[in-house]
């Protein structure tokens, strides 16, 4: 038997979470393989790239639509379970569940509209039929679907993380992006405890002539407010301070927004989606896994006057 693409693994994938229970990414591979009766090359089969097995990606991408339609959702970190849409769902008997079922729900298609920058239109991936995009449009809306499923895996890993951890990780991001000196010195001002709503200091440079003043907040999902920027720039004042970096796993209110927009002190405000997005490209918790190369002809090369 070949190997089943990630549509054809929904429907299973679904009916395995049905017992109402908390299901692992492995556990799931390994029952869908025997399911599907994949023999132990199939399994071990592996994408161009070499550092994942295609049933592995598969399988993944299976479980990451059925999240984003609503149907499973993830308790803790690396396990799923089904929701009570999905149970709605299993009632109805579907003969299968593919992307084109799965665009009944709001929230799917609002994922699968990609890039996430607003745009009249945006081409379908290439596996669901779409053929009126140039071959570089196909490469570059895949790349950016790529990236908002890495971004919300990022992002449910963080939040499943201890607010060391998160401490951590913001040292390491700051420091990455070029602020902060050394990772030694970095780690010397930040994760100490709260000081009037001061998380940490970082240096803007290596040499230090100016510092940012920090606040990191590891929520989970409620959005932070308005208050709590005031609270930040109220710190801020008290140091005389310019300049700050509030970050944190959640989403910022459109008060809070508009609040940090109109001061007179520098406030950035990074949000989780912002957070995750930055990650990816400073190569912080993440690893690369291919790269691709798209070239074109030197017409330059070629002139002979």
């Known amino acids: ?181 050394s990772r030694r010195d970095a780690g010397e001002n930040v994760g100490k405890s709260g000081d009037g709503g001061i998380d940490g200091i970082i240096k803007e440079d290596r040499l230090g002539l100016d510092v940012i003043y920090i606040q990191a907040k590891r929520w989970d999902s409620n959005a932070v407010g308005r208050p709590e920027i005031q609270k930040f720039v109220g710190a801020l004042q008290g140091r005389r301070a310019k300049k700050g970096v509030f970050i944190t796993t959640a989403r910022f209110s459109k008060d809070a927004i508009e609040y940090a927009s109109n001061l007179d002190s520098k406030v950035v405000l990074i949000d989780g989606g912002k957070l995750a997005q930055l990650m990816m490209d400073f190569d912080i918790g993440v690893s690369r896994v291919a790269t691709y190369e798209v070239k074109r002809l030197d017409n330059d090369y070629y002139a002979e006057e």
């Open 1 to 181: 038997m070949e190997l089943p693409d990630y549509q054809s693994l929904m429907l299973p994938l679904l009916r395995i979470c049905g017992d109402g229970e908390q299901h692992s990414l492995r556990e799931m591979i390994e029952r869908l393989s025997d399911e599907f009766g994949l023999s132990t090359e199939q399994r071990r089969e592996l994408l161009p790239s070499g550092r994942q097995a295609i049933i592995d990606n598969r399988v993944g991408w299976a479980r990451t639509y059925l999240k984003k339609a609503g149907l499973l959702e993830s308790p803790r970190r690396g396990a799923a379970l089904i929701t009570a849409r999905g149970r709605e769902v299993l009632a109805e008997s579907p003969e299968a569940i593919n992307v084109k079922f799965l665009d009944r729900f709001e929230e799917f298609t609002a994922f699968r509209t990609a890039p996430k920058q607003k745009q009249e239109s945006v081409e379908k991936p290439e596996e669901e039929g779409s053929d009126g995009s140039t071959p570089e449009e196909s490469l570059e809306n895949a790349y950016q679907r790529l990236r908002d499923g890495l971004s919300d895996e990022i992002l449910e890993t963080v939040k499943g993380c201890s607010p060391e951890f998160f401490e951590r990780l913001v040292i390491e991001l700051l420091v990455g992006m070029g602020y902060g000196g």
